[in-house]
């Protein structure tokens, strides 16, 4: 009896457990809709700032912005918590161990109903059991 109750226990744990893939994800939905609704402190938790972190956003204008990485846990109050929605779509990863790359397409809405696309690439390291971002390009693009 014993060993069917540590069986029956380890397949309930066993079937809840997160692979890597989906707590990738959902740290991903999370920091989007963090940054929309102003929660500053829950988006700072999907981040750790290395000494190697870099975020790089290229406009539609043929611009780039090279933002720095310590905007991401303390962003300016204007920046952030201006509502609106987001969809990520299109994942593809590669995780190797404690590291890990994705890209996604990203569709953001603001408030005011503008929809604006983004190709997307984020870096992710496994810290203490938890996938972070640690850096990020984001590439948006005319969907004309």
């Given amino acids: 009896m014993k060993y069917v109750f540590l069986l029956l ?8 457990a997160q692979t890597d893939e989906e707590a990738i994800i959902s740290l991903l939905e999370k920091e989007s809709s963090t940054w929309r609704s102003g929660d500053v402190e829950a ?3 999907c981040w750790s700032i290395q000494p190697y972190s870099r975020i790089f956003v290229s406009m539609t204008d043929g611009n780039s912005i090279d933002v720095p990485p310590t905007m991401m846990i303390n962003p300016p109050e204007d920046m ?3 509502g609106g929605t987001s ?3 299109n994942y593809n990863m590669n995780i190797s161990d404690n ?5 996604h ?4 809405t603001n408030t005011d109903g503008v929809t604006n696309y983004t190709y997307e690439m984020r870096i992710l390291e496994k810290i203490d059991g ?11 693009r005319n969907m004309d």
Avoid: C, R
């Fill in 105 to 108: 397409d990203e569709e953001s």
């Fill in 87 to 89: 969809k990520n779509s």
């Fill in 80 to 82: 952030v918590g201006k």
């Fill in 43 to 45: 988006h700072a938790s």
């Fill in 130 to 140: 938890s996938w972070k971002l640690v850096g990020q390009s984001i590439h948006s």
């Fill in 99 to 103: 590291h890990a790359w994705v890209t």
């Fill in 9 to 16: 226990l380890f397949s309930i744990t066993y079937s809840y």
